[in-house]
């Protein structure tokens, strides 16, 4: 008990605190010519009957006053007092026994004033009641249209035969579509659950959980003409609302499936050219990420700037690790795979330790940036955040860069060039020292790239690389090796059926199902999806 | 190599008895066992020769890496495949021996459960899920030892040889196998005690675990298993089968198009691989006193692979000296700068691959060769040029 108040407090709190701050800045542009009048509005509420309170409330209501909400809210959370001379103060905090408090009409902070000073104007259950939907109300005359757009919606459901008609006229006033849209529906819950045809016959196709509520109900109503309306549309809405919830599996799959490409595409390439298993992938993925992270220290206050700029220097940071393992080490390893792969996990072992010893072992933070936060809204039923949007188009801008730079580029030819025929590609001139060099470091720094996209979506620590080499892997191996096409398609969708079995077999069942899947695959086409063509193909 | 002592064609099995290697690997594990014994049973414990219950039980559980080294080179020295998966074979082996081990524990666990263990009371289960019934047999529990590892590879060899999967892709279907099976075993539904795995021993045949005499016999046990799986590894690849696998391992397509049925030397070799590492965990589990999924790990089993090629890839007894080498430099390590160890571990993968592709006995074959290079001209130098290729 004794924890719940004191967090009840805390809320009272910080809502205390967030309200002080628009009571200023509302009270700043408002002028003092009407104080008069304020004054006398909040001394009616100073009485001892409840009933005279209430309609001391009203009054606020009607007022137009811009700080009413302000009022009313602190009326509401207790904090509306009055001090011995008189004077109507707003306790900014209520810890210990002298509380900040606030001016209620010119919003001046007062100092420290002992709670023995203070007296709190009471209101009971009914009054609390009223001044909620009052408060809600009042938003709703707001000039502020994002606040009318919240106190809309959070009318859902709370509307009661009272403000129908209010609402009504608010409705037939209201120029924003959405606040419009909102309000009917709100009016139209409250009528459906009531039992009438025309609330029934409004929320028809509406997703919003509170709507499926209130048809529910309706649904189990006398009237049978209305309890089947109402039973027809809930079925609609149901149909709906799997389409949606389609949509959103597909969509955080499509979003597993693009940080799997951007993971593998890197080491497809490498792979692909040098038949080399790059078993440090996970962990120049890692120098990305810890780059975004050093960038953002660099330059605090500009996530952004810094998220932007993370991507050239975590290319370029992961560009030169890589062409550093390929001449300290891949290159006295050539044509001796299985080594290739032990010595480069003998690298990811030194870098993650590395990171552990000069970081730190905990995870970093990494802020992501405004434009990159939040969730577009769909419907009621869908809303797509939007970090994992940018990194899904990150993902194809970086894929379609690679198959510019392989298709339409002299390195791309030379490099095709070395994967298919490395001795004849030689023969003619290429020379195929520089083109390893070349795609380690093009596959390197695009494992940077993946690595500073991941940050957005997890948390950047030592183990980020290891957690996505094994899938990784099994997206090049599924898609088939040296095929960029085959890397997008498998990465894709790999995601979606992880995200699709991921309902019903749980997150660790659906990920040990895809394995198996791959396994059992590769024993099918053992050269993956799209297998290389050619006497290459038999290397 | 060894191919080369193919003069004395008796009996199979008997064959690696007359190998020098042989003689002198058997020579001194039984010296080496003899004298652990000797200084902890007959050396008084204030004397600075005596080697406590810890260490012997220490050097029981690099014995049984050692084991699994040997498994490992088996089909990586000798068959040509990389198996990141290794791991796998040698923790369902100890799983095995580990629910044995619990229903040996009967009605003594924290709750009283006369047959359930611990664990399964926590999750209010009320019977024995079926693949836990026959574990409370000693015969049935050792010969699962052998069998489920046996038949994991069976079933995955099987699918993986006939469809001519190898190289780098089977290296990744082994890890991704290991790495699906930590995963499963991760899970408290699948009856192998989750996250904590299998622990609180209590006897083995009736023989307390706890008891100094029970630890040593463990020890000799698992230096008699090493023994027998190295003869039975080098009497392998001295037959006609091993010649055929180290021809698959060199050029499989050639040997194929000489009429051998390659996945059926691959899938033989494999499945006997993982039973030795089976047997290498169900010696293990006992002496450590817990098995839990993180033995699925594929880190694990990919340091498996640095242990033999740090030893020396295709000889067997570089195999056991890789895994005691860098198990005590570990043991070391992590007592004294835990941080360092990673470093080190991580500068042995890059340092061994490539300065020592032929590991510590390419050394010292090489030393021998110059020794002998020294006093006659060297009838058979070019046996070593053509080992490096996977």
Redesign the interface.
Known sequence: MRRFLSLALLCFLLLGITLNAQAQSTDAASSSTNDAAALELLEALDVESYTAKGEAITAILQSDDERARDWLQALLDGRLQRTEDGRFVLVLENRGRDWPVADVLTGEALGEMSRRDLERIGINNNLRNQLRSAIAVVDLYSLNVERRRTSAERLLGEVDGELVPTLDDLIAQEEDEQVRYRLTQAVAIYRAEAGEMAGVEALDGSLHPRSRVALSRAANGDDPVVANAAAASLSGIEQQLKINRGLETLYFGLSLGSVLVLAAIGLAIT?GVM?V?NMAHGELMMLGAYTTWAMQQLLPGQPGLALILSIPAGFMVAALAGVAIERG?IQ??K?????????T??????L???V??VISPLNRTVITPEWMSGSLVVNDALSLTLNRMYVLGFALVVFAGLMLIMRRTRLGLEVRAVTQNRAMARSMGIRATRVDIMTFALGSGVAGLAGVALSQLTNVGPNLGQNYI?DS??VV?FGGVGNLWGTLVAGLSLGVINQVLEPWAGA??A??IV??F???F???R?RGLFPQKGRAAEG | MSLTTESSTNFWLTRPFSERSTQIFLGVLLAALALVTLLHVAVPPDNPLHVGAYTVNLFGKYLSYALLAVAVDLVWGYLGI?SLGHGAFFAIGGYAMGMYLMRQIGDRGTYGHPVLPDFMVFLNWDSLPWFWHGFDMAWFAFAMVLLAPGLLALV?GF??F????T???L???T???T??LM??F??NEMGFGGNNGLTDFREIVGFDLRSDATRLGLFLATGVALALGYILCRAIVTSKLGRVSVATRDAEARTRFLGYRVERFQLFVFVVSAMLAGLAGALYVPQVGIINPSEFS?IFS?EI??WV?LGGRATLYGAVIGAILVNYAKTIFTGVMP?AW??A??????L???FL?KGVAGLFRYLKRRKREEQTTDPDHQHTSKE???
């Open positions: 792979f038949g298993i080490v006295f390893l044509g001796r795979p299985l080594e290739t792969l032990l010595a996990f003998g690298i990811s072992l030194i993650q330790q590395l552990r010893t094994i892997f099994m191996v660790v069942l990920k040990i394995l198996v791959i396994i059992l590769i024993q099918k053992p | 990389l995955f699918l993986a006939r469809s001519r999967v190289g780098v892709y290296s990744i279907i890890q991704a196998l790495f699906a995963l499963a991760f899970r594929p990919i692979v640095l090629a941080d990673l470093f571990l991580g500068a042995m993968f890059v061994v691959t490539v592709p490096a290729s996977a």
